[in-house]
C-alpha cells in the first residue's frame, strides 16, 4: 500500500505490517508517539556504537562549544587535532577573549569559515563582561551570544548543562524526516523550526545530551547524507516510516543548491632569498582579514605579471609555472593558475617580505592557497 505521508504532522495511515515492526499498532500511533519511542532503542544504541571524540571524554561547557562550532561546515576527522590544539592553548573564554587576532586565525588556519573564529572571540569577550567568564547555563542566553545560533544552543544546553532542549542540524533534520516521512523542504528555516517543536516534548529528561548526541551520530554513522542509509543498522528501522515503505532514496526533501559562481585568478608567490610577499585582505567580503599570497582576478600570461604585481622585470631571476589549482567556497569556485616568481634584490612595496618561518608560525593563510603555500620551502 503506498505511504500518503506529506510531512511531519501528517501520519500514513493502513500501513502494511511486517516482522520488522516494533509495535503491531506503528501504522496508527501518532507522531509524538513515533518519536517517543525513539528514545529506548536510541539511548541503547548510542551506548554501544557512540565514537570516542575528544570533546566527548570531558564535555564541559566551553569544550562543548568549541567541538560545536568548529564542527559546522567541517567533518569530524579534520576538527580532532584543531580541537585539541586549540583547548590547549586558549582552555577557556578569558584566554579566547583576550587572544591576538593573529594568533587566533593562525589557530584556526585550515578549517575555513573564519568568520567562526572571530565570532567566538566576541563571544567570549561577552561571556566575560556579563557571565563572569564561565557560560551560561541558559539557554536564551547561549542562543543571544555571536555565532551561536538554536543547534549550538541547544547542543550546548543539553550536553554540558542537562537542559532537555533539542540540537537540530543536518543530520537530526534528514533522520527525523525519514522517520516520519515527511515532505517538507529540510534546507527552509520552517522546517527546522517544525522539527525542533516536534522533538521538544520527547526529549528525555534524565538524558537530553545523550539524546541529541545519539540522533546527529545516527545521522552521521547510519542514516547517511548520500547514497544509501545503512537501515539494517538503524535501531529505528521498525518505526520508520520511510524504510518501511522504501521512500529513503525520496526523502528527505531538498530544494536544489544553486550553481556555485566561478571566478579566474592568478596566483604568485613572490620570493626573495628567505622572504616570501604577502599581504592582509580587506574588513569586507570573502576572508576578511586573513593573510594571502597575492593574486588577481583573471589568468595572466607570463608576461603580463610584472605589471600585475609590482616589480621590474630586470628583477627577476627565474619564473616557474606551477600547477593549477581550484578551491571551493559554499558560493564561489576558484579556478587558479600560479606562478612562482624569484627576485633578486626585494618583495615589491605594498607586500609583506614575511620569512618563509613565520608562514608556518605567525601568518594565517588561508587552505584556499593551499595548493601554492605547500610549495614553499
Not at 217 to 223: D, F, P, S, W
Not at 269 to 280: A, D, Y
Not at 304 to 316: K, Q, R, T, V, Y
Given at each position: 500500500?503506498?505511504?500518503?505521508?506529506?510531512?511531519?504532522t501528517d501520519m500514513c495511515e493502513n500501513e502494511e505490517r511486517t516482522d520488522r515492526q516494533a509495535d503491531p499498532d506503528v501504522g496508527t500511533i501518532s507522531q509524538e508517539e513515533r518519536l517517543q519511542a525513539l528514545n529506548q532503542p536510541l539511548l541503547a544504541w548510542y551506548a554501544e556504537h557512540?565514537?570516542?571524540?575528544?570533546?566527548?571524554?570531558?564535555?564541559?561547557?566551553?569544550?562543548?562549544?568549541?567541538?560545536?562550532?568548529?564542527?559546522?561546515?567541517?567533518?569530524?576527522?579534520?576538527?580532532?587535532?584543531?580541537?585539541?590544539?586549540?583547548?590547549?592553548?586558549?582552555?577557556?573564554?578569558?584566554?579566547?577573549?583576550?587572544?591576538?587576532?593573529?594568533?587566533?586565525?593562525?589557530?584556526?588556519?585550515?578549517?575555513?569559515?573564519?568568520?567562526?573564529?572571530?565570532?567566538?572571540?566576541?563571544?567570549?569577550?561577552?561571556?566575560?563582561?556579563?557571565?563572569?567568564?564561565?557560560?551560561?547555563?541558559?539557554?536564551?542566553?547561549?542562543?543571544?551570544?555571536?555565532?551561536?545560533?538554536?543547534?549550538?544552543?541547544?547542543?550546548?544546553?543539553?550536553?554540558?548543562?542537562?537542559?532537555?532542549?533539542?540540537?537540530?542540524?543536518?543530520?537530526?533534520?534528514?533522520?527525523?524526516?525519514?522517520?516520519?516521512?515527511?515532505?517538507?523542504?529540510?534546507?527552509?528555516?520552517?522546517?527546522?523550526?517544525?522539527?525542533?517543536?516536534?522533538?521538544?516534548?520527547?526529549?528525555?529528561?534524565?538524558?537530553?545530551?545523550?539524546?541529541?548526541?545519539?540522533?546527529?551520530?545516527?545521522?552521521?554513522?547510519?542514516?547517511?547524507?548520500?547514497?544509501?542509509?545503512?537501515?539494517?543498522?538503524?535501531?529505528?528501522?521498525?518505526?520508520?516510516?520511510?524504510?518501511?515503505?522504501?521512500?529513503?532514496?525520496?526523502?528527505?526533501?531538498?530544494?536544489?543548491?544553486?550553481?556555485?559562481?566561478?571566478?579566474?585568478?592568478?596566483?604568485?608567490?613572490?620570493?626573495?632569498?628567505?622572504?616570501?610577499?604577502?599581504?592582509?585582505?580587506?574588513?569586507?567580503?570573502?576572508?576578511?582579514?586573513?593573510?594571502?599570497?597575492?593574486?588577481?582576478?583573471?589568468?595572466?600570461?607570463?608576461?603580463?605579471?610584472?605589471?600585475?604585481?609590482?616589480?621590474?622585470?630586470?628583477?627577476?631571476?627565474?619564473?616557474?609555472?606551477?600547477?593549477?589549482?581550484?578551491?571551493?567556497?559554499?558560493?564561489?569556485?576558484?579556478?587558479?593558475?600560479?606562478?612562482?616568481?624569484?627576485?633578486?634584490?626585494?618583495?615589491?612595496?605594498?607586500?609583506?617580505?614575511?620569512?618563509?618561518?613565520?608562514?608556518?608560525?605567525?601568518?594565517?593563510?588561508?587552505?584556499?592557497?593551499?595548493?601554492?603555500?605547500?610549495?614553499?620551502?
Amino acid at each position: 500500500m503506498k505511504c500518503r505521508c506529506v510531512g511531519f504532522t501528517d501520519m500514513c495511515e493502513n500501513e502494511e505490517r511486517t516482522d520488522r515492526q516494533a509495535d503491531p499498532d506503528v501504522g496508527t500511533i501518532s507522531q509524538e508517539e513515533r518519536l517517543q519511542a525513539l528514545n529506548q532503542p536510541l539511548l541503547a544504541w548510542y551506548a554501544e556504537h557512540a565514537r570516542s571524540l575528544p570533546w566527548r571524554e570531558n564535555p564541559a561547557p566551553y569544550r562543548v562549544w568549541i567541538s560545536e562550532i568548529m564542527l559546522q561546515q567541517t567533518r569530524v576527522e579534520a576538527v580532532k587535532p584543531y580541537f585539541e590544539r586549540f583547548v590547549r592553548e586558549l582552555p577557556n573564554a578569558t584566554a579566547l577573549a583576550f587572544v591576538s587576532d593573529d594568533r587566533l586565525m593562525k589557530l584556526w588556519e585550515g578549517l575555513g569559515y573564519y568568520s567562526r573564529a572571530r565570532n567566538l572571540k566576541k563571544a567570549a569577550r561577552q561571556i566575560l563582561e556579563e557571565y563572569g567568564g564561565e557560560m551560561p547555563a541558559d539557554y536564551e542566553k547561549l542562543k543571544s551570544l555571536p555565532g551561536i545560533g538554536s543547534y549550538t544552543a541547544g547542543a550546548i544546553a543539553s550536553i554540558a548543562f542537562g537542559i532537555p532542549v533539542p540540537a537540530v542540524d543536518g543530520n537530526v533534520l534528514r533522520v527525523v524526516a525519514r522517520i516520519t516521512a515527511g515532505r517538507e523542504d529540510i534546507r527552509k528555516a520552517s522546517t527546522k523550526k517544525q522539527v525542533e517543536q516536534a522533538l521538544l516534548p520527547v526529549i528525555p529528561r534524565e538524558h537530553p545530551g545523550t539524546f541529541n548526541q545519539g540522533m546527529m551520530e545516527i545521522g552521521a554513522m547510519v542514516c547517511l547524507p548520500n547514497g544509501e542509509p545503512r537501515c539494517g543498522d538503524c535501531p529505528f528501522v521498525g518505526i520508520c516510516l520511510s524504510a518501511l515503505h522504501h521512500l529513503t532514496g525520496e526523502i528527505p526533501v531538498r530544494t536544489p543548491k544553486k550553481p556555485r559562481r566561478v571566478e579566474d585568478k592568478t596566483v604568485c608567490i613572490l620570493e626573495c632569498r628567505n622572504q616570501v610577499g604577502i599581504r592582509k585582505r580587506g574588513a569586507e567580503g570573502l576572508l576578511a582579514f586573513l593573510y594571502e599570497l597575492p593574486n588577481v582576478e583573471g589568468v595572466l600570461q607570463e608576461e603580463e605579471l610584472a605589471d600585475a604585481f609590482g616589480f621590474s622585470p630586470g628583477e627577476i631571476v627565474r619564473i616557474e609555472h606551477l600547477p593549477p589549482a581550484k578551491h571551493i567556497f559554499s558560493h564561489v569556485e576558484w579556478h587558479m593558475a600560479g606562478y612562482r616568481v624569484v627576485l633578486e634584490n626585494r618583495i615589491p612595496s605594498g607586500l609583506i617580505p614575511a620569512q618563509k618561518e613565520e608562514l608556518r608560525t605567525v601568518y594565517a593563510l588561508p587552505g584556499a592557497f593551499g595548493a601554492y603555500t605547500k610549495l614553499i620551502h
